[in-house]
């Protein structure tokens, strides 16, 4: 059974319809959505009045100072490169396991600046920060362990102190029994555990 002339007029009639009432509802709701869009656009523009020329006509960089207190957005600069010459040392601590047939050793890594190919030097400081939680309760804790330790949310610290370790105070105060010296490659020896035939 088709459908003959008078059920196709129905259908056009019904799916017209449906798509002028949708036409009519998303007709507003597109408006105010471009309206958005080109609202943040105009932010973008130097013109007085905006926030881009507010920021253009006052610029400078956020301080430690500054985030901790008025929650200013960190800006961060690249600095370096910084080059080493990796050099694999005599292997350590070899042992065998003549069960599992496999030998564990420590691998140290002595390293050597390599000024020439470097930007800068190993004295260079940076200032570091913390990841922050959103959770209020936890970053509570944490601001007074580092109230506590003397310390403070933005370190200074050498390039040669973050690479190979430094002490930190505010580890100290933790309870449970953790390092408390850290560093990007501290400690410098890696352990490694081979199979044997």
């Known amino acids: 059974m088709g459908c003959d002339r008078n059920c196709g007029l129905i259908a056009g009639v ?25 609202k943040k656009l105009q932010e973008a523009v130097l013109d007085e009045g905006t926030i881009a020329f507010k920021n253009w006509v006052k610029t400078g960089t956020a301080n430690p100072e500054g985030v901790a207190v008025n929650s200013s957005k960190i ?11 990796v050099c694999y040392l005599a ?35 940076f200032t570091t920060a913390p990841h922050l939680y959103p959770n ?20 200074k ?6 690479l190979w370790g430094y002490k930190d105070p505010f580890l100290s105060l933790i309870p449970h029994p953790v390092t408390t010296t850290v560093g ?12 044997c035939c």
């Open 14 to 38: 019904v799916i017209g319809a449906v798509l002028a009432v949708f036409g009519g509802i998303l007709m507003p709701v597109g408006d105010m959505l471009i309206e958005k869009t080109v």
């Open 75 to 85: 800006k961060v600069k690249q600095r370096g490169p910084c080059t080493y010459q």
């Open 91 to 125: 292997k350590e601590n070899i042992t065998w396991d003549s069960e599992t047939h496999t030998v564990s050793f420590l691998q140290p890594n002595g390293t050597i600046f390599e000024p020439s190919l470097s930007v800068g030097t190993e004295n260079d400081s």
């Open 136 to 155: 209020v309760f936890i970053q509570g804790v944490l601001n007074l362990l580092i109230k506590r330790s003397s310390s403070s949310m933005f370190q």
């Open 157 to 162: 610290r050498t390039l040669k102190e973050l």
């Open 184 to 195: 990007v490659f501290y400690p410098v020896s890696t352990k490694y555990e081979c199979r």
